[in-house]
């Protein structure tokens, strides 16, 4: 989706709610919202798959580097990555 402005067209993406559009460029620098229990599920997952655990101040570190698989695949919010 693009947004045609006065000189260009600017790259969009859908926000998933109603039909509001986000530039691109704000979205692909920002971190998705992780809840705590959403945070718990990929940290046991972690844990399980590799034996790192993250401790609970890891949750913004988690959630930002997750946040850029879910913009790959086009995921609004972690629930449905997971």
Known sequence: MAF????????CYKTG??????PAQVLENSVIPMGLREFKLFR?????????????????MLASRLS????????????NYY
């Open 44 to 60: 046991t997952l972690v844990h399980e798959h590799t034996g790192i655990w993250l401790r609970d101040g890891k949750q913004i």
């Open 68 to 79: 850029r698989r879910l913009r790959h695949h086009g995921l609004t919010d972690f629930a």
């Open 17 to 22: 709610k109603g039909d509001t559009f986000l």
């Open 4 to 11: 045609i402005g006065t000189t260009k067209v600017v790259p």
